[in-house]
């Protein structure tokens, strides 16, 4: 081989000219500063992760509904009164509603002049045809309602619901999203499946284009019949790494930014031009432990473990002081709060004692939990810390969320953590979920707690429909859930969301967490 | 007619790949505990809802079955619907794709405009003070972990600096250009916009950098190696007699042939920067494939995944061909050989 | 990873049995070579941590103070305190042993299966040949950190599992090494005679094509070994590697990220500590490859 060839040559004399572009290039970069603020008109949302499916018939995940809530419409919604959002509802699409005495008819009439995005109306087939679409697929909204419901037509601006059995807290669940109304000609042209990638509704704004794992952006619908919004545009934007979140946020990159961890907030604060919004939430973290079998199956053990909780520490420590102890299963906020209910503390030496007298003595215990809140593993490391130090080993397993989730539906656990937060504004989110021995396992009683008085006393519960009745009987099987130490009551944890500091009038509702109002949201 | 032959073969062992790949990510996605339906029913359905959406998927029919299923699919070129975003598998790998490969390629452009000057001049200086720090900063990029190597560039350049934005691929404010390669910083300057092109240059600096960081160590060390052994070879002697310069010598002689052996290793470098992405990626909020396998992964979304493995082998093994049919039509001793 | 893909096959070094040539002579060149020098003892060094760590620890690594959290470095805590109010200085200390001892383990695990069975159908050769190498090629077609990433998510998340799922992906890569040696040695004058006087296949694998292939696959270990503990720091990284409390630096920095603006000595320090024993050991392998590279040697 002698001399080089000649593709070689070119190939160097390409790489050479490369190289010198792109260091004139980036040398003209490097000197042109300009990082803008959102234009005026556009609020820029930055959120962790895209959306998965934008179908309301499909989604049980708030960080959808971030799109789906302002683009549909519900027979019902939360009010805002004050600025503040409620877990009191008025009508959306309804203009007003009656029901039978034995809560099994339900029905509601629309408001004249509603239309979806492209111009048609909302009629009480588009709302029959949505909810049996819903109702067909049988995916997680459907949970939210009885499966043998009937939804009639009466007239064309009224509809009606037929129940088999009372169910308290029906007028509630249709301000879910899974109750929104979709258009049924777009959905029929279409395809069913078309909705999971766009939306087709009468809410303020509608989807215009969505760059896969980078941004939605949503525009006004000119249709709408309510007010119209101040905004002229929402872009979501997609931002997986919590740091890159903030820092956008303070150079003016976004508006709103989510899902910021508790130590990140605390130094948000302090910068300009930014603030943090705190509010009350009904989401509570708190510890599953399994009733049914191992260690934790004695009543002396569970309590042990509640006594070997350092909640102020986590509370302070862990979460700067945004979070409250719990005192039982309802949470403060929610309508049959207990505030003299009996709550737990740091107590070692009662720990200690408690241990002694079981027979989960000497036992090891595992923990369950997964990265899916960055909290839960300082709580897990205090928890086996505490413990520890009264003899009892603690074997932490931080899997994959998919698998912990396997893990407790199968009862396969000794102690693990869990978030819950309610879908509508009533303590059956609580106490029917948390205690009947019917929704053992992931649908809700995953400490696998069985006690057939408390069974009795939700059921009960769940079937009156006065509230005053309702309270005394939920707050009676709390006592009994308390004493037994069913799970470990942690805490419940502010919402929190970093703002630009010239974003006004979010209005945060505890059932919709990651749901903005953007039709009411100003920019100045 | 080697060059056929070749081709010939290497696309039935592609079949071959493809085969195996599917049933390896197949298999290994069935062993992980957890049950995609209820991740989509959520965590409050009832065993019933999640019966259902089981029957939807078609998770309820044996293994094998659903494995005859998707690559009956995979024969027309269909990677199934995922489980997860409930589109076509295709559709969602077609919109993440183009982002990876743009900036594996950058990267690999960066890694070469760098690696092969500090490689040529490493092997002209050898055992000299330049050749010892420039193979000091060989190894240690390839000693860096991207992702801790990305965490400080977007705090040191977005956060500290304001310099360059710190993840994404264009500016909020800017359409992204309609899509004809998928590239952006190709797509904007077919259309003309300037200020696109100028955006997405930015948004692909840091990641590149990042990314690219690591392989200029590859490509530095490869260049390296093949130059010292060319400026061992008789001609270079005999150039030199002929009175031609030093550096018209290294330049002109030495350096295109030691750009031969390189191509292929350079060329690797490309399938280990598309595998490579997957943690940059999610440090830099890029929207490619790397975020997108991550959580289908956790979301056992097997479809995707396999999608995912398919397609990235696939591309792999057409690197691989494109790699030696260059080497081919540079060295036809090659052909010959084998 | 990127990372762990760099050692890619053609860099594989072409070494002849004859290469080694006496320990005295590669002490010699090793001497002689600063960089290599610097390699070898960045890696005791960091063998003399993971040795000591208990005496070189100023804290308990696992103690924890939910109100000293994210302390910044200072005379009590030198790296700082982590977001349990642990001592991170400590925890990097003790983070070596999880680290380097993966780096150690898989590559004995891969290195050893990959030779045999890369020295076996090489010296088989005809169809189980065939069939070997075409699974391998499926396996390295495979991306290798989704393969691992899903390894290990099906094994369960520990230290031990990644170790194992790192090294079934790192297998095919001395496969394929061994492969190519034995095929060269099996065609050698002295093999081929072995092979008249009647000696067995499997005599020939175990003593003359082993010993031969041994030195290029101990080079390609060491320069492994670096490459190993960034996948496994990758897998940490992800939340698949060692459970807490046990101090593993890739988890670390993933932890860390959370408080980088902030807190940037926390996943600033062990991604340092990743980056120093990576260097070492590919500088250390980097350094033994010349030496026992003939194409080299005479210069």
Known sequence: MTASHPVIRKMTTTFKLCAMASAIVSAGLISSQALAATPAGTLVIGKAADPQTLDPAITIDNNDWTVTYPAYQRLIRYKVVGGKGTTQVEGDLASGWTSSADGLTWEFKLKKGQKFDDGSAVTADAVKYSFERMLKAGQGPSEAFPSDMKVDVSSPDTVKFTLTKPYSPFLYTLANNGASIVNPAVVEKQGTAYLAKATAGSGPFRLVSWQKGQSLILEPNPYYAGTKPSLKQVVVKIIGDASSRRLQLENGDLDVAEDLPEDQLASISKKPGVTVAAFPSLRVTYLYLNNKKGPMSDVNMRRAISYATDYSGIIKGVLKGNAKQMRGAIPEGMWGFDPKAMQYSLNLAKAKQLIDGSTGKGATLNFVYSSKDPNWEPIAISTQATLGALGVKVKLENLANATMRERVGKGDYDIAIGNWSPDFADPYMFMNYWFDSEKEGLPGNRSYYNNPTVDKLVRQAASLTDQKERTKLYQQAQKIVINEAGYVYLFQKNYQVGLRANVKGFAFNPMLESVFNIDTMVKR | MAFLRMIKKRLLGLLLVVLGVSFITFAISHLIPGDPARLIAGDKASEEIVQNIREQLGLNQPLYIQYGTYLKGLATGDLGTSIRTTRPVLEDLKAFFPATLELSLVALLFASALGIPLGVISAVYKDKPIDQVVRTLAVTGISTPAFWLGLGVIVVFYGKLGLLPGGGRIDEGLTPPAAMTGFYLIDTLLQGDKAAFVSALKHILLPAFTLGFVHLGVVARQIRSAMLEQLQEDYIRTAKANGTSKWGVILHHALPNALIPSVTVIGLALGDLLYGAVLTETVFAWPGMGAYVVNSIQALDFPAVMGFAVVVSFAYVIVNLIVDMLYMLIDPRISEVS | ?299
């Open chain 3, 1 to 299: 990873m990127n990372a762990m893909t760099e050692q890619t096959l053609p860099t594989a070094p072409d070494i002849q049995p004859a290469a080694a040539s006496g320990l005295g002579y590669f002490f010699y060149k090793v001497k002689k070579s600063p960089l290599t020098v610097a390699g070898l003892f960045i890696i005791l060094f960091m063998l003399a941590m993971m040795l000591f760590a208990p005496w070189l620890a100023t804290h308990d690594p696992n103690a924890i103070d939910l109100m000293y959290r994210l302390l910044p470095p200072s005379a009590e805590h030198w790296f700082g305190t982590d977001e349990v109010g642990r001592d991170i200085y400590s925890r990097i200390i003790f983070g070596s042993r999880q680290s380097i001892s993966v780096g150690l383990f898989v590559v004995a695990v891969s290195g050893v299966i990959g030779a045999l069975i890369g020295c076996f159908s090489g010296v088989v050769g005809g169809r189980t040949d065939r069939v070997i190498m075409r699974l391998m090629d499926v396996m390295l077609s495979v991306p290798s950190l989704v393969l691992t990433m899903a390894l290990a998510a099906a094994l369960g998340a520990s230290l031990f599992n990644a170790m194992l799922a790192i090294a079934v992906v790192r297998i095919p890569y001395y496969v394929r090494l061994a492969r190519g040696q034995a095929l060269g040695i099996r065609e050698m004058g002295y093999v081929k005679a072995a092979r008249t006087f009647g000696a067995s296949r499997w005599h020939i694998v175990s003593w003359h094509v082993i010993r031969n292939a041994l030195p290029p696959l101990i080079v390609q270990a060491t320069l492994d070994i670096g490459g190993t503990i960034l996948m496994a720091a990758a897998l940490g990284f992800i939340g698949l590697g060692a459970q807490q409390p046990t101090a593993e630096w890739g988890a670390m920095v993933a932890t860390g990220r959370n408080y980088v603006l902030d807190q940037w000595w926390y996943s600033g320090f062990p991604g340092l500590a990743i980056l120093i024993t990576a260097t070492g050991f590919n500088l250390f392998g980097d350094g033994i490859r010349d030496i026992l590279d003939p194409k080299q040697k005479g210069k």
